[in-house]
C-alpha cells in the first residue's frame, strides 16, 4: 500500500511496504543499523541479520524508497501456520507519527494473506503501554507470561493476535 506522509520540513513523502523476497547482503548493515538505532541493546549480528534476511520474512518501510523501517519475522516451530514478529524497528525522525502502527497492520495483512494464521510477540512484562498499544490498536492478547524468558531477571509477555484471512469480512454483531 502506498500512502504520502508531509515530514518536519514540510516536503510530502512516498510511503510503501515491502517485503524482502531475495537475499540482499546489502541491506544487513541498514536493517542492523536501523535496529541499533530503535534498541536499547543490539538484536542482530551481522550473521543473524544476514540470517533473518534469507530464511525469515523481512518487511521494509520505505520513504521514497529508503528503508526507514524494517519488522522481521519467523514462523512458528510449534504452530507451523503462527509466525513471531521478532522485531520492529522505526528509525529516529520518523517516529511518533503513526507509522508503526501502519507498518504493523500491513505486515500482519500480509502474513494473513499468505495464509498464516496467527502472529505472536513478546513483549517485557513491565512495558504496560506497550502491551495496552498491542491489545487496543491490533487486537493482540495476552498467550502466556514469560518469567526471566531471556535470562536476565526481566519476564515476558507473549501477545497473540489471530489473522483474519485478507478476503474475509470481519463481522460485527449488533446487541
Known sequence: MDYSV??????VHRLRTVEV?????????????????????????????????????????????????????????????????????????WRGRGLGTSFVQQVCDALARS???????????????GIRIYEDRFGFSVAAQLPDEYGNHRDQVLLRKILQPADTPTLRLET
Open 115 to 129: 495464509g498464516i494464521r496467527s502472529v505472536v510477540l513478546h513483549v517485557d512484562a513491565s512495558n504496560h503501554h
Open 6 to 11: 508531509a515530514g518536519r520540513d514540510g516536503q
Open 21 to 93: 523476497t531475495q537475499h540482499d547482503s546489502a541491506l544487513i548493515k541498514t536493517v542492523v543499523d536501523i535496529d541499533l538505532m530503535t534498541w536499547s541493546e543490539q538484536t542482530f549480528s551481522r550473521y543473524t541479520a544476514g540470517l533473518m534476511l534469507r530464511y525469515g520474512r523481512t518487511f521494509l518501510l520505505l520513504a521514497d524508497e529508503v528503508p526507514i523501517g524494517t519488522c522481521q519475522c519467523i514462523r512458528s516451530w510449534e504452530r507451523p501456520s503462527e509466525a513471531v514478529l521478532f522485531t520492529i524497528s522505526i528509525r529516529p525522525g
